[in-house]
């Protein structure tokens, strides 16, 4: 450490410029990874969020068919679980851009309940005693009551993370002022991190074997900071002590979550071995300069 040279400005230098990578790494993050649809889809798939859809749509309408009469069958023998994740893929994914760009279209769920429909409608009309039908507009409402309430139950199960539900809410327009806050902070916090590893490289320009060390130490000191308590958060399964009603968004959040912790944790121990070597790097390149030294003396 004593042959480093300009060693107090170098690791302030080093240690403002480790604070602002951090800083970008969060922010792309949130802007890059967390605002699009492909990590939800790898957590739906790991937490088997369709299967809990399916369950769940099974169990209400088990209920629903006490006080109605209408079989649970006639309900569920049209569902499909494939169907089912990719509506929820699709509406997140809608949710998502809608949350990020205000421009973009507003979401909808696209599911088609066109077998549903015409299920509940012939069970309907076959167990009706039509001559003892006495006023046709009851008739209808009770079949048009019982689709809008099938399809809702569906449709409400299709926001696996309720960002649908918040696109709806007058909190989007602060999700769409908050993305843009995100995306400026990243390009800031890059600038000074670039910044203050340039003036790294002004102070250091006589001694460019030392370099190595200190662009090591940076990148060590960022990937440590976010490194250590996502270990934490995963050693402890943090996660897991959420408590949401719902299974199946349950399932998403935490699926999320341990995703996200995977991704991190991968990225940052990459980032974190990359700085070892560099520091590894230094030494080895001291060590090759001391002997070129020492031989040079030698010769004169």
């Not at 009469?69 to 679980?81: A, M, N, Q, R």
């Not at 998403?252 to 980032?271: E, F, R, S, Y």
């Amino acid at each position: 450490m004593k042959r480093l040279y300009h060693y107090p400005a170098m690791i302030v230098l080093a240690l403002f410029a480790a604070l602002f990578a951090v800083i970008f790494e969060v922010c792309t993050f949130f802007s890059l990874v967390l605002m699009k649809p492909e990590i939800y889809s790898e957590a739906m798939g790991s937490k088997g969020v369709s299967d809990a859809i399916y369950e769940d749509l099974n169990t209400y309408f088990e209920h629903y068919a006490a006080p109605t009469g209408i079989p649970k069958e006639v309900f569920t023998k049209s569902l499909d679980k494939s169907e089912l994740s990719k509506a929820a893929y699709q509406l997140l994914s809608d949710s998502l851009a809608y949350l990020s760009d205000p421009n973009a279209v507003k979401p909808e769920p696209q599911y088609d309940f066109t077998q549903l429909d015409k299920d509940i409608t012939d069970y309907i009309e076959a167990n009706t005693d039509h001559d003892k039908v006495e006023d046709k507009d009851e008739y209808n409402k009770l079949v048009e009551n019982t689709i809008s309430t099938a399809e809702g139950q569906i449709k409400s199960r299709l926001d696996v993370m309720m960002l649908y539900t918040l696109s709806k809410t007058g909190f989007a327009a602060k999700v769409h002022t908050c993305a843009g806050y995100i995306r400026f902070g990243a390009f800031a916090s890059a600038a000074a991190a670039v910044i203050f590893l340039a003036a790294m490289v002004i102070v250091d320009r006589r001694h460019p074997r030392d370099l190595p060390y200190w662009f090591g130490c940076t990148i060590f000191s960022a990937s440590t900071l976010v490194l250590v308590p996502s270990l934490y958060l995963q050693k402890v399964h943090f996660f897991d002590r959420f408590f949401v009603k719902s299974d199946y968004i349950y399932r998403t959040v935490t699926g999320l979550c341990d995703t996200a912790l995977d991704h991190i944790i991968t990225a940052q121990t990459i980032a974190l071995m990359v700085g070892i070597l560099l520091i590894l790097l230094t030494l080895v390149i001291h060590a090759i300069y001391l002997k070129y030294l020492r031989r040079r003396s030698r010769s004169s």
